[in-house]
């Protein structure tokens, strides 16, 4: 099963200070153990809230775009990692394990094609997608 | 959603314990001596952490309460008496190792992983015994989920694990990295068991279900980790190359109800774009290291070929046969034949297909292989060859021993049948 981890932002991530070389290369030590240890699928840092944007929805056609920095610092993030592990508990094992001093880190399990079968139980939206799909494979033939 | 702590030790288990095997066969020079060992301070750890919780730093604690256990077990004369020899050396290396204990499990243990991959998949071994070592060793799964994983009864996997490690003591087999044309031997020794791994789930040869997931995913990580211990060695990045990209079509494989759903009608927009990149990524090192003609690094190359195209109308068909005719070069086989005559039916139409497809009816080894008269069936089909097409797709049926593509290979067979009738 899959998980993201989800780190949470600071005031130092917020500012775009980047950590300093010793937590720097704890960082990379762990990194690298999740590699060998096959569970690493992805990971990546965010630049801080400030370079970010949010898009406020309201009815069927009404957006309106908010500017970055978001004050409610705690509550945004400034990093994630993909994981394939093969329990939650394997999960909350490797992040106990992650260098961190302070703070509180998130997992959150990705859904896989098992979960939706509650959603499409005849397949009936499936095969929807897959006309869909279809209709697009034809445009693009036509095309070439 | 609380944590149980039996299952907060297995999650532990699972991290710690190839590292803890690799590290004390080193020191016993005896898998299953080591591992009993490690078994025995799992059952310790079962006992203890439930109330005393899980310790700073598990991997150490299991390690020392392994050695102090097999010291204490080995004095007791409670172990063979063939084992003494061994009582011997941990007690000289617990003398010299000791106060390092922490730093040991710490330290860069790669090597010694990289000896016990390549002695649970020993040539020495049968086939299915060093599957089932792998597993239990390496993949820390358990005896009863390898079982269910292989749909066997879980007595004949114990069997199995046993036997295989009485047979690399009896052989006195060393716990070792050789060198040179030994070592890429043991490595395609080992390449060759993970890919039967991740196989097995990827399309199951027996049973109800048309995937289990479950096995990919070990062998996937099997092979992510040996990538980490042999970064050299460009079949390894082919081999992990060529699963990542099969995995990311697992969730378009099978439909909701379970039934299988052939690579060009499955909905490109469910495969798994994270396992593409680091697949493609994976064939990258194989060639930088010049390995690109290696036959695992051209079967990546293939599967990459299917992820590139966005539709399956985009399919470079004619890439695609010429690096069958390559990889039938390297590694010659009636499979990878057959499908390269698959790829020339795409390319260059049906009859051209067909063609190649009867020069291997009479291939013995393909006798009873349902993929044979399931292509013939299909270019059939394509050629309006309703009659024989029904036929080959039936015989197809009779031969696979998958439930659900013998339904679909039924429901194929029908659908000619009614076409037939109605041309008529």
Redo the contacts between chains.
């Keep these: 099963m899959k998980f993201m981890v989800i780190v949470k932002a600071n005031q130092d991530s917020e500012a775009g200070k980047l950590p300093d070389a010793s937590v720097f290369e704890a960082m990379n030590k762990y990194n690298e153990q999740l590699v060998k240890a096959g569970v690493m699928l992805a990971g990546e840092g965010l630049h801080p809230s400030s370079k970010g944007a949010r898009v406020r929805f309201e009815g069927p056609s009404k957006r309106t775009v908010i500017d970055g920095p978001f004050s409610e610092t705690k509550e945004l993030i400034a990093g994630f990692w993909l994981w394939e592990v093969k329990t939650r508990e394997e999960a909350i094992e490797w992040l106990k394990r992650a260098p961190f001093q302070e703070g509180e880190v998130e997992i959150r399990q990705i859904h896989g094609t098992e979960d939706f079968a509650a959603v499409d139980p005849t397949g009936a939206l499936r095969a929807k997608e897959d006309e869909l799909r279809r209709t697009i494979e034809k445009q693009q033939q036509r095309r070439n | 959603?609380a944590?149980?702590p039996r299952?907060?030790i297995?999650?532990?288990w699972?991290?710690e314990s190839p590292r803890l095997i690799a590290g004390l066969t080193r020191v016993v020079r005896d898998v299953g001596v080591a591992e009993e060992l490690a078994q025995d301070a799992l059952v310790a750890a079962l006992e203890q952490w439930p109330s005393s919780g899980?310790p700073d730093n598990?991997g150490a604690w299991l390690m020392t309460t392994a050695r102090h256990r097999g010291i204490d077990t080995l004095r007791r004369g409670a172990l063979a008496g063939r084992k003494l020899e061994e009582v011997g050396q941990l007690e000289a290396r617990r003398e010299a190792e000791v106060p390092d204990l922490e730093k040991a499990i710490d330290e860069d243990v790669?090597d010694d992983l990289l000896r016990l991959i390549l002695i649970s998949c020993h040539p020495i071994l049968s086939t299915e015994a060093r599957v089932a070592l792998t597993l239990r060793l390496l993949g820390?799964l358990t005896t009863g989920e390898i079982a269910r994983a292989f749909l066997v009864p879980e007595p004949t996997i114990a069997q199995r694990i046993v036997r295989a490690k009485r047979t690399l003591a009896e052989e006195k087999v060393p716990f070792e990295v050789p060198r040179g044309a030994e070592l890429q031997a043991r490595l395609s020794s080992v390449l060759e068991v993970v890919y039967l791994v991740f196989n097995e789930g990827y399309s199951a040869t027996a049973g109800d279900d048309w995937t289990r997931?479950e096995l990919c995913?070990d062998a996937?990580?099997?092979?992510?980790?040996l990538a980490?211990?042999a970064p050299e060695e460009p079949e390894v990045h082919g081999l992990v190359s060529l699963m990542e990209i099969q995995a990311s079509r697992?969730?378009a494989r099978?439909?909701?109800?379970g039934e299988p759903i052939l690579l060009l009608d499955q909905?490109?927009?469910?495969w798994d774009r994270?396992?593409i990149g680091?697949g493609l990524a994976a064939l990258e090192r194989a060639r930088a290291l010049g390995g690109e003609r290696g036959p695992y690094a051209l079967q990546a190359a293939i599967a990459a070929c299917h992820a590139r195209a966005?539709?399956?109308?985009?399919t470079d068909w004619a890439q695609i046969a010429s690096l069958y005719a390559e990889l039938a070069l390297r590694s010659p086989s009636p499979v990878v034949e057959l499908n390269r005559a698959v790829a020339v039916g795409m390319a260059h139409g049906p009859a051209a297909g067909l063609a190649l497809v009867e020069k291997l009816a009479q291939e013995p080894s393909l006798q009873g292989y349902h993929l044979l008269p399931s292509v013939r069936g299909d270019f059939l089909v394509k050629l309006g060859r309703l009659e024989e097409a029904r036929a080959e797709l039936e015989r197809a049926a009779s031969l696979t021993r998958n439930e659900r593509e013998r339904k679909l290979l039924l429901e194929r067979a029908a659908a000619c049948a009614r076409r037939a009738v109605s041309s008529s």
Excluded: F, K, Y
């Design positions: 959603m944590t149980d299952r907060a297995e999650a532990v699972r991290i899980v598990p790669g820390g997931p995913q996937l990580r099997l092979g992510r980790i980490e211990l697992l969730r099978t439909s909701p109800s909905n490109r927009a469910l994270i396992l680091r966005r539709v399956a109308a985009e």
